[in-house]
């Protein structure tokens, strides 16, 4: 159906009373898997959508101030890699593979993790990482990345993310 | 495509408002655009619009707020404080430009 009535709105809409909100659960601590939620989280923060990370589980490793700097990849029992699976438990190979990944996402012009995760702090998103987890690893918010808010149990997480769409990496 | 009459000019922009013609554009059609969508141009602003027209110039793509940052200098915060909500949009939008294409 078409109206008469009205020109075509040609001032882009940006939207800026949404109310959505999303929440990312980061739980691996490979390379390749540290990547969608900080990807997903800052592309929202960049539709001016409310986003929050909570870090569980290996996904510790990210904010981790020992591990952030050092995560890895490795084609270990990855079949996506294409590579013979062979191949991947040879001495070397992960961090061969770690450091052609690093330089490919690096060539995109996208940043290491702990700069993009600063990144995402300053577009005002929020990080968390969960209380089980860290007390597993005997960590504390002083072993964790500066931007994280705080460490939060199950039930503060849901109660955080009411009403958020909530996405499991 | 489609015109839009801005600042008492035709003007060739997409279904939902950007400029498509990159030679189209200039400072007095920016404050309109500006106007439009509720943001006062600062220096500061106009530092960003002009490395966002110069990088475009240059790469023929609309630079993310990544590498507005990376490249241009300009701190995320800050590009978050002059372009609220929707910074990437709303720097291409003011600029002249099709909104950002990559990813980060």
Redesign the interface.
Known sequence: MTTTEQE???????G?DTDRKMAFIASKGTLDMAYPAL?MA??AL???IEAHIFFTFWGLDMINKKTMHDLKFTPLGNPATHMPQGLGGLPGMTAMATHMMKKQIAE????EVPE?LQ?IV???GHLWACKMSADMMGLGEDDLFDGVEGILSATEFIELTDGAQIIFI | M?T?TIAGREIH?D????LTEYDEWDEELAKQLAQ??GIDLTDRHWEIIRFLRADYRENGETP????V???GGF???EL?QLF???????MA?IAGLPKPK???
């Open positions: 075509p709105r040609l001032i882009p809409d940006f800026e990807i800052n592309a960049g539709e001016g995109l012009g996208v940043p993009f990144m300053d577009a005002g | 489609t839009a922009v279904a939902e408002g950007f439009n969508i993310t707020l990544r590498r940052s990376a490249v701190p995320t915060k978050f609220p909500k929707k910074p990437a949009k709303k939008y990559g990813c980060v």
